[in-house]
């Protein structure tokens, strides 16, 4: 979109950027509104000792490093024990987050999920059950999604446009595509979740990039880099140079899309929608928002935890039997210095997602995410502009 068309069609504008730390939200003078949303100024507090005084000692039994996806999902697991968990931001959902506006929420991260397979892993296929996500389909044998109005139309689900059009599929059939399938398509069901279900032969792939596992045995062409890095981006947020072979045979092997056809589910929200439900079974008084572990400390068998409280500047002392760490992996080495050779090979991907408010329907065939939804469901009439997470979404009329 050209910027005077931008202009003309924008009554307001919300910027999201999410990274790691506390939400700072500026507004500054321009013909539409802008709204910036970081994390990282309290995320940063990581870095430097803290001035402030440490209160009384709690006692916890578990405390719960990050409200993301994968901490809510411990906090579930631990729903009748005594467990505190502990996220930075003000909003829970970490890179499956959303922001809201004028009634509407965005997805800030995490935006669509696929049918899972029969052997996705049990523990995963059992909690997205209970939460009332997912339900076993025995014709075709897998976990098919409940909440049918957020499916995209299959005619639409693999296209994106190009600087001459749409293209039918991301990755273009042809030589290359037969090998690239006949390397990873192997490892079908052996890429479960949690991962730690997934057999110990195959722990090297996390070692290697998925680049360097790719690179092993075909001839890349740029072109075709430039998919596998848009489809790495486009779901890990970071490129096939930067993600683990590991993580990238998981994105190929466990979207049966390669060989049969599935449901593909994007609500607007994104994936806060798996937040939400994950929320709701939870005591609120044990998630903590806007609170920062800032450093753990082995205790005779247990653990001293510091957290800084970010909207009451206090720091908070708990003395906890286990910890659940559910952070992003880069930021361990600043909490817990023993382990921090676990993650020493892990890198932080910075990331960024705007929402884009129009005042006006864009007059354009729509093409992706919650623009198609925006056009089919019966619930959500508004306009969208979809979800545009890099180059290969952007929308360019
Ligand atoms: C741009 C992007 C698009 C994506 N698209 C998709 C998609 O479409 N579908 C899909 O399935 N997956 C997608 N993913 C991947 C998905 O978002 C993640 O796998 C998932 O949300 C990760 O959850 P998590 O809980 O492990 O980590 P995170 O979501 O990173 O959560 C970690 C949380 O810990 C908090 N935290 C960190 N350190 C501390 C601390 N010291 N104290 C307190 N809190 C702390 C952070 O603020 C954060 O909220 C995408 C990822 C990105 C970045």
Request: with cysteine.
């Amino acid at each position: 979109m050209n910027r005077r068309l931008f202009l003309k069609l924008s009554a307001t504008t919300l910027i999201g950027v999410t990274g790691c730390q506390n939400r700072d939200r500026h507004t500054i003078s321009v013909p539409y509104n802008i709204t910036v949303t970081s994390d990282m100024k309290a995320g940063h507090q990581l870095l430097w000792p803290t001035a402030l005084a440490k209160d009384e000692q709690r006692d916890t039994e578990y405390i719960i490093v990050g409200g993301g996806l994968a901490g809510l999902s411990a906090a579930e697991r631990l729903a009748d024990r005594d467990f505190v968990l502990c996220e930075l931001s003000a909003g829970l959902g970490g890179s499956s987050g959303h922001a809201s506006y004028a009634g509407e929420s965005f997805s800030q991260g995490a935006h669509y999920d696929l049918a899972y397979p029969a052997n996705y892993g049990h523990e995963t296929l059992a909690l997205l059950e209970k939460l009332e996500i997912v339900d076993y389909d025995p014709i075709q044998n897998c976990w098919n999604f409940v909440d049918k109005q957020y499916l995209i139309r299959e005619s639409k689900a693999g296209r994106i446009r190009t600087e001459t059009g749409f293209q039918a599929e991301v990755l273009k059939p042809g030589p290359l595509k037969t090998a690239f399938l006949e390397l990873v398509l192997p490892y079908q069901g052996q890429m479960k979740m949690p991962t730690w279900l997934i057999d110990r032969e195959l722990h090297w792939l996390d070692q290697i990039t998925f680049r360097q596992f790719l690179a092993r045995s075909l001839d890349l062409t740029p072109d075709f880099e430039r998919v596998i890095d848009y489809q790495m981006r486009d779901d890990y947020g970071a490129s096939a140079n930067q993600v683990s072979a590991l993580a990238g045979i998981h994105y190929y092997t466990c979207r049966p899309y390669y060989t049969e056809s599935v449901e593909l589910f994007s609500p607007p929200e994104g994936n806060y929608y798996f937040v939400k439900k994950l929320v709701s079974r939870l005591d609120p008084q044990r998630l903590k928002n806007q609170h920062l572990v800032k450093r753990i400390e082995r205790d005779g068998s247990g653990f001293q935890v510091e957290v800084i409280d970010l909207s009451k500047k206090a720091l908070n002392t708990y003395r906890a039997k286990f910890v659940v760490f559910a952070g992003q992996k880069h930021s361990l080495q600043y909490i817990f210095e023993p382990d921090q050779h676990l993650f020493s090979h892990n890198v932080y991907a910075p990331w960024l997602v705007m929402n884009l408010v129009l005042s006006d329907r864009l007059n354009t065939d729509g093409f992706w995410q919650n623009e198609i939804l925006a056009e089919t469901s019966t619930v959500n009439r508004k306009t969208f502009m979809g979800f545009v997470d890099n180059t290969t979404q952007v929308r360019h009329n």
